[in-house]
């Protein structure tokens, strides 16, 4: 009965619950389940399938499991919404969204270091600006930092980076501060900047494979929220869960009906895999389990067997949460609460986006109260407007931060500096950065020199005039002026020297019209007219008679006998098996010479004779004949036009252009011969040969000048030889030659010889590398050492494939290379030329056979587009530090308009961008300069731009000799100076050098012999390069740059062999010509010219010093570096007096120099090599020194001893 009893009350009690569970619907199989972690998703449906030997486990929150979650990492996907900016972001396609997919192993995003700003960079918004609890980041870093910023943008520094946390890393972060965005950084001060090959170098460059970060306050969880079919009443929740307090902190399983806003349903410590019953009473349309996970790599938290059993709401939800009214079943709720329950804080009505206790829910890229306010990358560095989190640039910049100013139309260069290149300094503190060129002769700025020249009118291209003269020639009269038009397409052309010719030319035919003048030179046997034996024309004659059985004439030659070459005649009336006798009068008698038969008849013929000594000529016969013509040939065959001066003219410097023959005939002589009277002749010049394609410079070999009034050019043919003469131009100077005197100096030079001076170079100095990666003994270190400044050979076609097309240098210093070439990167080269030279000059390479004019659509536009970028990224303003700028080194063969346009267009694009960055014109010569150039363009260029070559033409060809050779093209600079004297403009000799071998290392396998006909000798080589030098500072050149740095190793070739040392194929060895460089450097270099004390063909001697004080005179012999000539020179000094000597050649012994009789009394021996005299100035001297003075001041004695007297 008691157990009955006990049966019925437990019915009894249970009967309310299955009455609950009878009207409670069982919702589990309608609901869908959402879990924290995509590890293990196919065991998802486990939590509802009501197995108990099924389970869902979550993946690891830590170390990477959060990288994917939304919810925890407030980085994710925030590159893909565009707020990431890197270096190099104009380099065409990025790949930010590698660094924040989630993806941390097999996705990242490469910052390539900048070679313009010397860094590598990574740099992303937080959205929203938070203050972070982690941030977990993995890359490949070399050396790197980490630093957050606030919303002032002050700095955080994190850590710094290297290769530790190539498998990831977890900052923890203890700073409160709201952070605004994370910017990852590699700065490189190596010399290397960047330069990485192969994984060796400056490796400055970083990958970074994924950035996360977890805002403060959002806890390490895994959950999962199961979606109910509608809103319901839960009663009960059943569930089974499995973990420790080692892995959670806690487990709450919470209640929402928006999925946004959750409450707190129950809280569970540790729990173990049974099931667990919760009962409950509360409206909801998701169900959460959410897990506290604890901070530690590794820890999982699982779920099952959930089961959930509720009724469908039939009023309303919560009761309103008491902050509503329930009416029919919805809360009308009360401000400021919202929700289907009035249980949730809302936003105001300016909130578009999801509401989050009481917080408007921004999307990525907007923040503020009401999500109003946009992120973009880098904020627009202050450059444009944010919107929708895309920057809209102001109308000077550009990039998807706005870093980049808009140059040509495009993005270019980054606007933060090089750390390692300072600004350069203002020329003059009143002058704007826009005009920061002080004219030299005004007061007045200006953004080019050729501004503040500003001429009314060009100066007209005059070179000195030769010698005024008339012309006369040995044939082709009517032809002869064009010899001396100073037209160089026009020539003379002589007739045929042939066999017949000299017949009727006196100068060659000894006997014409001798028979007309004279019967006495023309004695016969009886003839009636004797006149035409010696006429010059073969159409006429007179017959000679038969007296006393003998018919004979006799032309008398020359009364003391001369040496006859040939006899040529025309006869007839000889009958067969007869014959004419021709005899020769020597020394009074009769010499057979020759018969003549009766094949001969109307014939004419010529017939060369022996050597001898004649006096006449005779033609008998027993029977009477005819003579046509009789011709005496005692000159060989000869053509030549004839100058006539008018007066005796001094002569120092002859040119001319001549050809006969052909390069075969080498037989052919051809003399430039001088006379006053026409009759006796004279050769002063060396001989040259017949044939030449070019011009010939000749000047007097037997003295400095020489003096007459006619000038012969003449071509004496070999006998036999049938050809003409063609001779194009002959000119002739006076004593100083075509380019007259060196210019008297206008100023005291500012420039020292440091400045003066510097060296050709080209990329990689003769290494398949770029400089930034050379060996310190090489390159920009050796040539640094002697020179002031470099001059580069930068190829357009390097940089572009069309002129038309803009360089991307901004993408080349991202090492993605060039449009033409993918290797190249401009900054690697020129930096460490910055560094070693602090001058750089760049020569643009462009000309017809790289872009033919045809590849230019629009020059002006296309040269200003190259010229603007260029100087962004190069010039000393914004960009590298390259201070000068040639628009080509020789770019000849275009239309004067194309180039015109290039000009301008380059030079007002650089000028737009740099002022600071002078423009040079490409090297031309004066006559097609001045042709190129007019009041619009002068006006953007800062200087004349000039080769110099010390050439000349000469029987082998094209040749090269001493600077100071009045012959020489180096002379030349002459026609510049004087043609730039009103302009002021510097001039800038962007070449000059010659060629030479390296004695004892010539082989014949190697590049080192030097054997083209502009060779030199090496000792030649090093002296004219010192004079040159010393020649250029006298004359005030801006810079004098040498061509070459090394010889190349091609074979020998103009300019192939004028390297200050050998080529690579022996080693760069050093030659002459860099020792005396060096040694003239080191002793002079920092002295400028002062004045000229002598310069002749005795003597150069000059003076060098600082500002007006001399501190050295230098002096040497104009002649050739191989001569053993020697002079004494007497120089009165005044007050100074000679310290020491040195000689500006390696192991050049010196003779020292002697002292006369007063202080300033000196005699010096002079050769060819220039030799460097320290002065001292007595009054400047110590007074331990002045006891050997003393004997030599009487003065300073005399006054001595008044004073003891007094």
């Known amino acids: 009965a008691m157990i009955l009893l006990h049966i019925v009350l437990l019915l009894l009690s249970v009967v309310p619950s299955l009455q609950d569970l009878a009207q409670d619907q069982d919702l589990t199989s309608s609901c869908t389940v959402t879990v924290s972690s995509s590890t293990n998703v196919a065991t998802v449906?486990?939590?509802?399938?009501?197995?108990?030997?099924?389970?869902?486990?979550?993946?690891?929150?830590?170390?990477?499991?959060?990288?994917?979650?939304?919810?925890?990492?407030?980085?994710?996907?925030?590159?893909?919404?565009?707020?990431?900016?890197?270096?190099?972001?104009?380099?065409?396609?990025?790949?930010?969204?590698?660094?924040?997919?989630s993806n941390g192993a097999y996705t990242a995003y490469a910052a390539p270091f900048e070679t313009n700003t010397r860094r590598a960079w990574f740099e992303l918004q937080v959205s929203p600006p938070s203050p972070l609890k982690s941030l977990w980041l993995r890359g490949s870093f070399g050396n790197a930092s980490l630093t957050l910023y606030t919303p002032s943008n002050a700095p955080i520094f994190l850590s710094p980076l290297n290769n530790n946390v190539y498998f990831g890393s977890l900052f923890s972060i203890s700073s409160a501060e709201t952070i605004k965005k994370i910017r990852v950084e590699s700065i490189s001060f190596s010399d290397l900047n960047g330069y990485c090959y192969a994984g060796t170098g400056d490796c400055s460059g970083f990958t970074l494979t994924e950035v996360s970060a977890v805002a403060a306050g959002v806890p390490w969880s895994e959950y999962a929220t199961i979606a109910l079919p509608s809103v319901t009443t839960l009663k009960k929740i059943l569930f089974k869960a499995c973990y420790s307090s080692v892995d959670l902190d806690r487990m709450e399983i919470r209640t929402s009906l928006d999925g946004l806003n959750y409450q707190t349903l129950a809280v569970y410590g540790t729990a173990s895999y049974n099931q667990v019953t919760l009962y409950a009473n509360v409206t909801a349309k998701y169900l959460q389990f959410f897990a506290y996970m604890k901070e530690s790599d590794w820890k999982k938290f699982c779920l099952a067997d959930v089961q959930v059993f509720g009724s469908t709401l039939s009023s309303c939800a919560n009761n309103c949460s008491g902050h509503g009214v329930c009416k029919n079943g919805v809360c009308a709720c009360t401000s400021p609460y919202q929700g289907i329950d009035c249980l949730a804080k809302g936003c105001d009505g300016s909130c578009k986006f999801g509401c989050l206790n009481g917080v408007c829910q921004c999307p990525m890229g907007r923040y503020g109260v009401n999500c109003e306010l946009f992120q973009c990358p880098s904020d627009c560095n202050n450059q444009g407007s944010c919107i929708n989190s895309t920057c809209f640039c102001d109308k000077a910049y550009s990039g998807n931060d706005c870093r980049y100013e808009l140059v040509a139309g495009r993005k270019s260069l980054d606007l933060r500096k090089t750390p390692s290149i300072s600004p350069p300094p203002l020329p003059n503190p009143n002058c704007p950065p826009s005009q920061p060129i002080p004219c030299p002769n005004s007061n007045t700025c200006a953004i080019s020199l050729g501004t503040c020249a500003s001429p009314s009118s060009l100066p007209l291209y005059q070179p000195l005039p030769p010698l005024q003269a008339t012309v006369t020639s040995s044939s082709m009269p009517a032809t002869a002026r064009n010899t001396i038009d100073g037209n160089v397409n026009t020539f003379w052309q002589s007739d045929f020297c042939s066999d017949s010719a000299f017949i009727k030319r006196p100068d060659m035919n000894k006997i014409l019209y001798s028979c007309a003048s004279n019967m006495i030179n023309c004695p016969t046997s009886g003839s009636s007219v004797v006149k035409y034996f010696t006429d010059g024309d073969t159409g006429t004659s007179s017959g000679v008679t038969v007296v006393n059985g003998n018919a004979w004439a006799e032309i008398l030659v020359d009364p003391v006998g001369i040496n006859v070459i040939a006899v040529a005649y025309k006869v007839s009336g000889i009958t067969t098996n007869n014959i004419v006798k021709v005899s020769g009068r020597s020394n009074g008698a009769l010499v057979d010479l020759f018969t003549i038969t009766s094949s001969s008849n109307f014939v004419t013929q010529k017939i060369y004779l022996p050597s001898n000594n004649m006096t006449a000529v005779r033609f008998s016969a027993a029977f009477t004949f005819s003579i046509f013509e009789v011709s005496v040939q005692y000159v060989e065959c000869n053509e030549w036009i004839l100058l006539n001066f008018g007066s005796i003219q001094e002569i120092g410097h002859v040119s001319g252009r001549h050809m006969s023959g052909s390069a075969s005939s080498v037989a052919i002589t051809t003399t430039y011969e001088i006379s006053n009277d026409t009759i006796n002749w004279i050769s002063p010049f060396s001989p040259v040969v017949h044939y030449t394609t070019g011009s010939v410079d000749l000047e007097p070999i037997t003295s400095y000048t020489v003096s007459c009034q006619y000038l012969r050019v003449r071509h004496i043919f070999p006998r036999g030889f049938n050809s003409k003469v063609y001779i194009w131009e002959v000119q002739v100077w006076g004593k100083d030659g075509r380019y007259g005197p060196f210019m008297e100096p206008q100023n005291l030079s500012k420039q020292t010889l440091n400045d003066i001076f510097g060296v050709n170079g080209v990329w990689g100095w003769g290494y398949q590398t770029f400089s930034i990666s050379e060996r310190d003994s090489w390159g920009v270190n050796r040539f640094g050492q002697v020179a002031g400044h470099a001059r580069n050979y930068h190829s357009w076609s390097w940089d572009v494939k069309d002129p038309d097309n803009i360089p991307d240098y901004q993408a080349m210093s991202c090492v993605k290379g060039t449009e033409a070439q993918w290797w190249l990167n401009w900054d690697w080269e020129y930096l460490p030329w910055i560094k070693a030279f602090g001058e750089v000059q760049v020569s643009l390479q462009f000309f017809p056979g790289m872009f033919a004019a045809s590849a230019f659509n629009n020059p002006y536009n296309s040269s200003y587009n190259m010229g603007s970028v260029f100087a962004h990224h190069f010039g000393p303003l914004k960009g590298l530090g390259i201070t000068t700028f040639e628009v080509g080194n020789e770019p000849w063969g275009y239309p004067t308009s194309l180039y015109k346009s290039v000009l301008l267009g380059m030079a007002q694009g650089i000028k737009s961008v740099d002022p600071y960055m002078k423009v040079l014109p490409g090297a031309f010569s004066l006559a097609d300069f001045s042709n190129l150039t007019d009041l619009t363009?002068?006006?953007?260029?800062?200087?004349?731009?000039?080769?110099?070559y010390s050439f000349y033409g000469s029987n082998d060809g094209r040749k090269s000799t001493y600077p100071e050779s009045r012959i020489s093209q180096f002379r030349g600079i002459n026609e510049w100076i004087r043609w730039n004297t009103n302009l002021g403009l510097p001039i800038y000799v962007s070449e000059f050098g010659w060629d030479s071998p390296h004695t004892g290392d010539q082989k014949s396998d190697d590049s080192t012999n030097c054997t083209h006909s502009e060779c030199v000798s090496e000792l030649s080589q090093a002296l004219y390069a010192v004079r040159g030098l010393l020649l250029l500072s006298r004359l005030g050149i801006q810079r004098a740059t040498w061509y070459f740095y090394a010889n190349t190793d091609t074979g020998s070739g103009v300019f192939s062999k004028s390297g200050l040392t050998t080529s690579s194929k022996t080693g760069f060895t050093r030659k002459a010509v860099l020792d005396a460089l060096e040694i003239t450097i080191n002793l002079l270099g920092n002295t400028r010219f002062i004045d000229v004390l002598q310069e002749d063909n005795e003597a150069y001697i000059y003076r060098f010093g600082a500002g007006t004080v001399p501190q050295y005179i230098v002096a040497w012999i104009p002649t050739h570096g191989d001569s053993s000539m020697t002079k004494t020179v007497q120089l009165d000094l005044g007050q100074y007096m000679i310290a020491s000597a040195t000689a500006l050649f390696p192991g050049y012994s010196v003779t020292q120099p002697t002292q006369g009789d007063s202080t300033g009394n000196w005699t010096i021996q002079l050769t060819p090599t220039p030799v460097a005299y320290e002065l001292n100035n007595p009054s400047n001297i110590l007074p331990s020194q002045q006891t050997r003075l003393l004997p030599l001041t009487p003065l300073l004695l005399t006054f001595i001893i008044s004073i003891l007297f007094k």
């Open 937 to 948: 363009n002068i006006k953007y260029i800062d200087g004349l731009n000039v080769h110099m």
């Open 45 to 101: 449906p486990y939590i509802l399938d009501k197995n108990t030997a099924t389970s869902w486990q979550s993946g690891s929150v830590l170390p990477t499991g959060f990288l994917s979650r939304p919810d925890l990492n407030l980085l994710l996907s925030s590159c893909a919404k565009g707020l990431c900016s890197s270096s190099c972001s104009c380099c065409g396609s990025t790949s930010y969204d590698a660094a924040t997919d």
